[in-house]
């Protein structure tokens, strides 16, 4: 941040508990915006300098700002990740923010994968206005596509677990994805706060009870590189191959196959369409190979058979 922020070092002691602390004053740096809306923003503590006094705290001793927490529902690590992006997107920016507009948009573009609540509540900490997000449509097709292919899907790392057999599997979308981000129902989020404000309070009982309507709703909370990630859940099965049922000759095998495959990796679904158990059919690729091939390498053993 160089000598955008040397403007705001003083002689306060830093504090030695972690990650959250509480500022005893904010940088006196006169930011370049109208006197109103400056003193507004001085008076309730938030604002394009407290920003950039916030991203310098956590430069020199990797602390976060404590009533960030009462607007956001994602775990401190988490929050610890957010705060070194927005420091790499402020030190990287070949002019600092100057207006809330501004700062609003460096936040947006540094955290562009987190959820879209905890993205619009640090914004909202910061009294920051929320920049306009492209609106995602259901009926977009992603360029280079097949007209047949209604949607694309890019999931979290598959777990073993949800992988049935050889040509499907159950997988998770975070619901960061615009698509998605489109189309989470009202009473979701509200649920997802709700189980964050009863883990706070250590009413782990109302917090599990969250949990499970949560997945009744066809979404989970996944825990995903230490971060809290809400996620809509969708049955999947590989266009093109009829593998045998796990009990099945050869059954372990091709679900063995299929686990080496794509088990712990993130993937990428082309969905053509719904069959008629509401699984989403589609072809499936992992680090750009087409799991369709390769799952025919085990036709040798009479497992995989395409259609």
Not at 105 to 116: M, P
Not at 170 to 197: F, L, N
Not at 269 to 292: K, L
Request: glycine share 6%; aromatic share 8%; net charge negative.
């Amino acid at each position: 941040m160089g000598n955008i922020l040397k403007c705001f070092r003083g002689d306060e002691e830093e504090e030695d508990h972690y990650p959250y602390y509480r500022p005893a004053s904010r940088p006196q740096y006169q930011p370049q915006y109208p006197q109103q809306q400056q003193q507004q923003e001085e008076a309730h503590g938030h604002g394009v300098a407290a920003l950039a006094h916030d991203l310098l705290n956590f430069e020199t001793a990797s602390m976060v700002p404590e009533g960030l927490r009462q607007h956001v529902t994602t775990s401190k690590k988490a929050q610890i990740k957010w705060y070194q992006n927005m420091l790499d997107a402020y030190k990287n920016a070949r002019t600092p923010p100057r207006t809330p507009a501004e700062a609003a948009q460096l936040i947006a573009t540094a955290l562009n994968w987190i959820q879209r609540s905890d993205l619009e509540g640090i914004l909202e900490f910061y009294n920051f206005p929320i920049p306009s997000l492209p609106a995602a449509s259901s009926s977009h097709r992603p360029s280079l596509l097949p007209e047949s292919v209604q949607f694309v899907l890019n999931t979290l790392p598959v777990n073993n677990q949800n992988i049935g057999d050889g040509d499907g599997f159950t997988a998770y979308v975070a619901t960061t994805d615009p698509r998605e981000s489109a189309i989470v129902p009202i009473e979701v989020h509200e649920m997802v706060i709700a189980r964050t404000e009863a883990r706070n309070r250590r009413d782990y009982q109302s917090a599990d009870a969250l949990q499970s309507s949560i997945i009744e709703a066809g979404y989970k909370i996944i825990v995903c590189s230490d971060e809290e990630i809400l996620a809509r859940k969708y049955r999947i099965r590989m266009r093109g191959i009829d593998a045998p049922e796990l009990k099945m000759t050869y059954g372990k095998e091709s679900r063995n196959a299929l686990v080496k495959l794509i088990g712990g990796k993130r993937t990428t679904i082309h969905v053509y369409c719904q069959d008629q158990f509401e699984r989403y059919v589609g072809d499936v690729y992992c680090n750009n190979v087409f799991i369709q091939v390769k799952q025919e390498m085990t036709a040798c053993l009479g497992s995989v058979l395409f259609l």
